[in-house]
């Protein structure tokens, strides 16, 4: 059993965020003590789902939908798989569109120091656009894609 002030701890959530969470039915199952809230391992798994669904872009209001459906057992397992497969190809879409940008910026980690190296940027304004050292190149193309 945990208190709610080890699990804010544990994955660095303020208290207010696991009593709304609690006030908003997140935690069906959740024992308490004289009115103490007590997280069982059980309260840390729900709450690492729910943070996941939250760092996909879920709002709390679907996240209280999955809960609910949850809760009624294996006749949503459909529903809930349905709505894991919409967040996987939104963070793989996210993850996309962040490779992009990290490739960009590495390009243009290379083009500094190269710059830097060289005193001025001219040498590298002659290998642009497609000149590039190969590994750079790469970067650089996958950076400038539409």
């Not at 209280?64 to 294996?74: D, E, I, L």
């Not at 992009?100 to 710059?115: G, N, P, S, V």
């Not at 005193?119 to 539409?146: R, V």
Request: proline share 3%.
């Amino acid at each position: 059993m945990y208190t709610i002030g080890q699990i804010s701890q544990m994955f660095h959530i303020p208290i207010s965020t696991l009593r709304y969470y609690d006030k908003e039915g997140l935690f069906p199952h959740m024992q308490r003590s004289s009115g103490i809230r007590n997280f069982t391992d059980k309260e840390i798994e729900t709450l690492r789902v729910i943070e996941c669904l939250k760092k996909s872009g879920l709002e709390i209001k679907a996240i209280k939908q999955f809960m609910a459906w949850c809760s009624q057992g294996s006749e949503t397992y459909g529903q809930r798989l349905n709505l894991f497969l919409k967040r996987k190809k939104a963070v793989e879409e996210e993850i996309q569109r962040l490779e992009k940008t990290l490739d960009m910026i590495r390009f243009k980690c290379w083009y500094y120091e190269q710059a830097i190296q060289d005193g001025n940027e001219d040498h590298i304004n002659e290998m642009l656009p497609d000149h590039l050292p190969e590994d750079i190149q790469i970067l650089y193309d996958h950076a400038h894609q539409e």
